[in-house]
């Protein structure tokens, strides 16, 4: 089986950063095409690596390439909202390290069969697993004017959220929307060209459609909470973003749980419960580095950080 070309970014700093210890148990929420997990894999002869993913094509190509590293993993095709409990069915409860990369592979942005991709022509999907019910184009052929419009309000930050949303209604009472290509000459007709060709709007609203298809936010917010409370002492989460939306999800969450409440802060005896439970490692998150965004482009909206359990 032929791997499909992917760069896994900040790869060498986020695996420096999760301090791997040989005997410890990692997970790798965000699998991919295992970039960061066969790193992981060399690193930990004696300890055991789980892996997330929703997609079960990139669970498929990843093993392949992990067999050739060991045999101490597990592949999990699950979403990462579901971390916890399927840790739990795998006897884990308590792990060393936790990464999270989330980003689109670059296969799957690539692949235009798969619907991600606004400058290729291919039916509206968007699914990172494809057996789920909900697509692309059930949401644009299905959901309210208002729900749109504060979907592409809340997760594309875009000012004209509503036009272009009641442009998709009008065009929907017509004929079913069914294509990306399709769904771009809408955006484009209901903001006008000069706009469009000066915001791009269809970037964002691509992103919205692909955020509400598989959740992405509020697996983001779970995840991260139950994987703090799984974390051993001196263990580390590193976490990639590549927007907005989920670098401020990431820093709001690090913050709750690593500062004192304020009803205790200047308290001589804070009761154990209302201690922190991380310490953030980098107050300012890292960034690609020159050489990684001369390799690759897609590295550029990319922040890294860091906490470690107390």
Do not use: W
């Amino acid at each position: 089986m032929v791997m499909p070309m992917h760069y896994s970014v900040m790869r060498d700093l986020a695996i420096e950063n999760l301090n791997l210890k040989d005997v410890g148990i990692y997970v790798d929420a965000t699998l991919g095409y295992a970039g960061h997990s066969k790193e992981i894999l060399k690193r930990i002869k004696k300890g055991f690596l789980f892996a997330f993913d929703a997609d079960i094509e990139a669970i498929q190509y990843s093993r392949q390439s992990l067999l050739e590293i060991g045999n101490n993993f597990k592949l999990i095709h699950s979403n990462f909202i579901n971390l916890k409990e399927e840790l739990k069915n795998n006897d884990c409860e308590c792990v060393d390290g936790f990464l999270f990369d989330l980003g689109l592979s670059s296969p799957e942005i690539d692949n235009k069969e798969r619907g991600f991709s606004f400058m290729q022509d291919a039916l509206l999907d968007m699914r990172m697993d494809r057996t789920a019910n909900i697509d692309a184009k059930y949401i644009v052929n299905n959901y309210s004017l208002e729900k749109l419009s504060n979907i592409f309000f809340q997760y594309a930050e875009e000012k004209r959220s509503r036009i272009i949303a009641e442009e998709i209604v009008k065009v929907r009472k017509k004929k079913e929307i069914t294509r990306t290509l399709e769904l771009v000459e809408i955006i484009k007709n209901a903001v006008g060209a000069n706009y469009f060709f000066k915001k791009h709007p269809e970037r964002e609203i691509f992103q919205a459609l692909r955020i509400e298809v598989n959740n992405e936010l509020k697996a983001i917010e779970v995840a991260l909470e139950d994987a703090i409370k799984m974390l051993n002492k001196g263990g580390r989460i590193v976490v990639i973003t590549f927007h907005s939306l989920e670098d401020r999800i990431v820093k709001n969450i690090f913050r709750k749980y690593s500062e004192v409440n304020e009803i205790f802060k200047g308290m001589p005896n804070i009761p154990e419960e209302y201690k922190p439970l991380i310490k953030i490692i980098n107050k300012k998150p890292y960034v690609a580095s020159e050489m990684e965004l001369k390799e690759n482009s897609r590295s550029k909206s990319a922040k890294m950080r860091v906490v470690e359990r107390i």
